[in-house]
């Protein structure tokens, strides 16, 4: 597996923006470029749910709640993956988790909160 480690969470005012960042530092760097990357979330009482994805060959892939809001991107040579999010909503507020796959890889990060309130 993977080390993952999550970073930019904390609270804003709705219509706020943050960006969340997520490294695989241990990850070799040929290997981290073959990894599908994603960034799921998770409510109070409800299921984990994907937010946005990034393959390897850079195609994306949104729920449609985030759409035109958030955006997904990677930077392969910092082993990073980000997550913008725009105009956010009270409904965003969760913990945001990175998630790493690649045949037998299947990792997790720890999580950073993020809290949409007024």
């Known amino acids: 597996q993977v080390p993952l480690a999550e970073s930019g969470g904390g609270s804003v005012q709705p219509g706020g923006s943050l960006r969340l960042s997520c490294t695989a530092y241990r990850a070799i760097l040929s290997s981290y470029q073959l990894y599908d990357m994603a960034w799921y979330r998770q409510a109070p009482g409800s299921q984990r749910e994907l937010v946005a994805e990034?393959?390897?060959?850079?195609?994306?892939n949104y729920v449609d709640s985030v759409k035109g809001r958030f955006s997904i991107s990677r930077d392969n040579g910092k082993k990073k993956v980000f997550l913008q999010m725009n105009n956010l909503k009270p409904e965003d507020t969760a913990v945001y988790y990175c998630?790493?796959?690649?045949?037998?890889?299947?990792?997790w990060g720890q999580g950073t909160q993020v809290t949409v309130s007024s």
């Open positions: 998630n790493a796959r690649s045949g037998g890889i299947n990792s």
């Open positions: 990034i393959t390897s060959d850079f195609i994306t």
